[in-house]
């Protein structure tokens, strides 16, 4: 077989596993591999390692694709064999490094970064500061502080985390520290100046406060490790201490007449969530671009994510936020755009979780403007907005106005909750679920184990439908008809009592629907 006809075979496989005819496609792609086809090779391996979790298997392949490749004389001026064999490298990385063989690893993410790969820099730093790429097994420290560098440079968060972390233990220290107790009962170990204030390398440890004077201050330190200038911490160090109430706090990096100022990682821990900022910092705030994430529980279930420019210790300019809910690992919502003051405002992206996605002006948080709502399905809105809701007069559906639009608000309420949710239907015959609806505003949450609402009969200028009878007192669904114009609003209540610890508390429970029809 010639190489041409290897890799008509190879592309012959990628169209048909492109027209969801995968079984084909894969035994093409095998039978290009086993012909010796680099590409091929990486597809089998991604193939193994993604979708059949078989991390053997993907070692095999992705080895022939790096062994064929490295045969090949690194063909760099191929675009797609390059980030193909990117893919090879890191993800033989990834394996080797769950195994355990750390040095394999190493070998392999150096592979990945030869061809350009900067997103590996990380893990080099790592292994140098491990030990695993020196014979005695000897931290290269300065090795991982050039990758983590180079990295922070680059803009990747977790080298610059890396590098802020340990940057400070690489200052020189004085040969001959000064010991200064002061006054207020703070201890001092390191280099002084002629007036006998920190300058240079010290480590300056504060009086525990009094728990009476600690629950008048907003936050008291504990350690500072670090660089010093005439008694103000400045160069690069790391800063311990409390924001009282609100958990603990590390900050390392670089500093300024006494503050936060150049890049540095912010660390804030507290019995439910953990926070971390890595960037840019000007006296004392975020500002510039950097790296925000949010967990809940420790560690273990993350909320919120921001990437992107910061101003005054505010999101301000362009970026990048993830929402999720706390305690759930479930897909999240993503903004991407621009921000004024810590608020969505100007042109952005927000791609739902349910699938739809906006695309328009935002202000203050919500969509204002010209904007396009697609919904999952395909099918889509666009018009003016005003306070997070379609200005129906201005809307235009792709499914053209020959059918009504209702906009449905739900709202329930009850002893500890109260929850609103607006949505969007183009008006089709047949029970509709939470997920048929638009979701526009307001708290996610299923209206009902059974259909939301079911629609009937429709024509161009109304719509039957069937209303659950949960908003009725004798809980039986009822019929109606909604015209053009028209809105409708279904509601019922019932009185109920709670008793705690022997306290009887009244309130009430609410379902209630309203339909606007356009």
């Known amino acids: 077989m010639t190489q041409q006809e290897v890799i008509d075979l190879r592309e012959k496989g990628l169209q048909l596993i492109d027209n969801d005819e995968y079984d084909k496609g894969l035994a093409l792609l095998r039978e290009a591999a086993e012909a010796g086809d680099v590409q091929a090779n990486v597809f089998m391996g991604c193939h193994y390692y993604d979708e059949e979790d078989d991390q053997k298997q993907a070692a095999k392949w992705l080895d022939k694709a790096v062994e064929l490749f490295d045969d090949a004389g690194d063909p760099t001026d191929d675009d797609k064999t390059v980030n193909l064999m990117i893919y090879a490298y890191r993800t033989l990385g990834d394996i080797h490094e769950e195994q355990g063989a750390h040095f394999m690893a190493n070998v392999d993410y150096c592979g ?175 500002h510039g671009h950097g790296h925000y994430y949010e967990h809940w529980d420790k560690n273990t279930f993350p909320t919120t994510e921001y990437d992107g420019e910061w101003e005054n210790d505010r999101e301000h300019g362009y970026g990048t936020r993830s929402y999720a809910a706390p305690y759930s690992y479930s897909p999240k919502d993503v903004y991407e755009g621009e921000w004024y003051e810590g608020r969505r405002t100007g042109q952005g992206t927000m791609r739902f979780k349910d699938g739809g996605v906006y695309e328009g002006h935002w202000c203050n948080d919500y969509r204002d403007g010209h904007g396009k709502m697609t919904n999952a399905d395909g099918t889509w809105l666009e018009g003016e907005w005003k306070d997070n809701q379609p200005l129906m007069e201005t809307m235009v559906s792709s499914e053209g106005s020959d059918v009504p639009m209702l906009k449905i608000r739900f709202y329930r309420h009850g002893f500890d909750y109260s929850q609103t949710m607006l949505c969007l239907l183009k008006a089709k015959e047949g029970p509709k679920q939470t997920e048929d609806l638009t979701y526009l505003s307001g708290d996610r949450f299923s209206p009902s184990d059974k259909a939301a609402i079911t629609i009937l009969a429709v024509d161009h200028d109304s719509v039957s439908y069937e209303v659950p009878g949960k908003y009725f007192d004798d809980f039986q669904p009822r019929q109606d008809t909604i015209r053009r114009g028209e809105t409708k609003d279904y509601k019922h209540e019932t009185k109920e009592t709670a008793t705690i610890y022997d306290d009887d508390y009244d309130y009430t429970i609410c379902a209630q629907m309203t339909i606007d029809c356009y």
């Open 112 to 286: 990945a970064f030869d061809l350009g790969c900067e997103e590996v820099l990380y893990q080099l730093g790592k292994y140098c500061y491990d030990g695993y790429t020196t014979p005695d097994g000897e931290p290269d420290v300065n090795a991982a502080l050039d990758f983590w560098k180079q990295g922070m440079d680059n803009g990747d968060a977790a080298c610059a985390q890396a590098y802020n972390e340990h940057i400070v233990e690489q200052i020189p220290e004085d040969d001959n520290p000064e010991t200064v107790d002061y006054e207020n009962g703070d201890h001092y170990e390191g280099a002084v100046n002629s007036q006998g204030q920190p300058d240079g390398y010290g480590v300056m440890t504060y009086k525990k406060q009094p728990y009476h004077e600690w629950m008048q201050t907003s936050v008291s330190f504990d350690t500072y490790k670090g660089q010093w200038k005439d008694g103000k911490r400045e160069g690069y160090g790391r800063m311990k201490y409390y924001m009282n109430g609100l958990g603990s706090v590390e900050y390392s990096g670089e500093w300024h007449e006494d503050q936060p100022h150049g890049n540095g990682s912010f660390k804030k821990y507290s019995s439910v969530t953990t926070e971390t900022y890595t960037g840019e910092w000007k006296m004392g705030k975020r």
